[in-house]
């Protein structure tokens, strides 16, 4: 590896080591192992604090800053892991040995190309108009046509329509990336890595080694995050045993908003309205007083630093030296970590999320901004799937209940009478 690739290895590290230290005293909530029944049921909106299901795919540790796919620490997994191995451990729940790693990127490999209907379909919508999640989620439906195997939901079908999709998920996104930017989509190279062939399809450049490893960290951390809206989404629709892709397709519709996966597209706005570092404090004035959420910051199960933006804060300031064009935004980022923190940190618990600094990291790469919250897709693919076959395994439909506040009994009256 190389002295670049090193810096970032020990980026990682060194963040890995001061979330251990600062959260050394937190008391751990009890979310783990077997839960006390029945648990208090509170009516909260947002389904705060409501328990879904029982799994062992991932964990966030909202006090102590924790975030543990199948058992690893996240840490160790974007220090040693690639996307690939993330996840098969995710989808399978073990490490792989060499030989089953092998296989499964094998399998990832073969199925990168997508149908020339994908392709097709998207040259003929008005792509530059159209925000980059919607036509993700256009050209992963178009997937699913012809495929007969929807019609029967097994464990193992779906698990078929899982690979595939971790691995054209990447295709569609850098297709939408060439066309949005006039170009044509390039075909996958079977000699890349999936977070290289990524960037390649993306750009239509090959990556050099040090984005390639950025591009792998990126799509690790975002591969798992407990039940969050878009996991939650895809849950629910494949409990009803509708198919694989259609689930996918609403876990997209869901990552697409602001509140979700969408606010890394919306901080890099948001920094480039302030400009510069002089010009936070107005700015954060003007937004605490119009009560506007900061985007990329708060979260509803952290309430420490999230392990995440430990690792990518440090990873922009590593990039700076050979991107000096996005030290301003890098500064006026700082700033804005910095203030938000400590007006909002220690009353609200609202720190910095993923999507804070991992606009600023694509941003460096080069990536056009719309197309941040596809790349958070082309990684929670994983995520979504694991959590899904998982649930599908034990399947019960989700079918939650609510408090109906409204009247009983109201008199139906003839539209001349009202
Ligand atoms: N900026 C300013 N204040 C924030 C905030 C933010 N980004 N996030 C939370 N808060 C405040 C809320 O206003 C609320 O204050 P109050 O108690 O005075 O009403 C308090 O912190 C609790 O937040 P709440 O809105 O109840 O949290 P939530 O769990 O419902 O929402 C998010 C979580 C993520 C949707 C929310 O923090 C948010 O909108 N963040 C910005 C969008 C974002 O970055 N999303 C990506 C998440 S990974």
């Known amino acids: 590896m190389g002295k670049e690739t090193d810096a970032i290895i020990k980026v990682i590290h060194d963040a890995g080591v001061k979330a251990a230290q600062e959260t050394a005293g937190e008391a751990e909530p009890k979310l783990t192992g077997s839960l006390e029944w029945p648990v208090k049921a509170e009516i909260k909106p947002g389904l705060d604090g409501a328990i879904s299901n029982e799994t062992k795919i991932g964990y966030v540790n909202g006090t102590k800053g924790w975030l543990i796919y199948q058992g690893y620490n996240i840490f160790d997994l974007a220090e040693y892991s690639t996307f690939e191995e993330t996840s098969y451990i995710l989808l399978y729940g073990k490490m792989p040995n060499k030989k089953e790693l092998e296989t499964f990127n094998k399998k990832l490999i073969a199925n990168r190309k997508v149908p020339k209907a994908v392709i097709d379909v998207l040259k003929t919508i008005p792509i530059k ?71 390649y399809m993306l750009t239509g450049a090959k990556p050099d080694e040090i984005n390639e490893k950025i591009m792998d960290l990126a799509l690790i951390l975002h591969a798992d995050h407990g039940m969050n809206a878009s996991t939650f989404t895809t849950m629910v629709t494949n409990s009803s045993l509708s198919d694989m892709y259609s689930s996918v397709v609403a876990g997209i519709c869901s990552l697409k908003g602001p509140l979700h996966g969408g606010a890394n597209e919306k901080v890099l706005y948001d920094l480039e309205e302030i400009k510069t570092a002089d010009n936070v404090e107005p700015w954060f004035k003007k937004v605490r007083e119009t009560k506007r959420k900061v985007m990329g910051f708060g979260h509803r199960v952290y309430k420490a630093y ?58 460096a790469m080069g990536i056009e901004t719309a197309m941040f919250t596809p790349i958070f897709a082309v990684s929670r693919i994983s995520g979504w799937a694991a959590r899904a076959l998982e649930y599908l395994a034990t399947n019960r439909i989700f079918r939650p209940r609510a408090v109906y506040t409204g009247e009983i009994g109201t008199e139906y009256k003839p539209i001349d009478k009202r």
């Open 129 to 199: 108009d159209t925000h980059p999640m919607i036509s993700l989620y256009i050209g992963v439906a178009v997937l699913a046509t012809g495929d007969k195997t929807t019609e029967t939901t097994t464990v193992e079908n779906e698990t078929e329509i899982s690979i595939k999709l971790i691995a054209q998920m990447a295709t569609i996104a850098g297709a939408i990336g060439m066309l949005r930017a006039g170009k044509e989509p390039v075909e996958p190279d079977p000699s890349l890595n999936h977070a290289a062939n990524f960037l």
């Open 306 to 363: 999230d392990p995440r933006a430990r690792i990518l804060g440090p990873l922009v300031n590593n990039m700076l030296e050979k991107h000096p064009e996005i030290k301003p935004l890098y500064e006026t980022a700082k700033k804005l970590d910095a203030m938000v923190c400590s007006e909002l940190g220690k009353e609200k618990k609202v720190f910095p999320n993923v999507d804070f600094y991992s606009g600023l990291v694509y941003k």
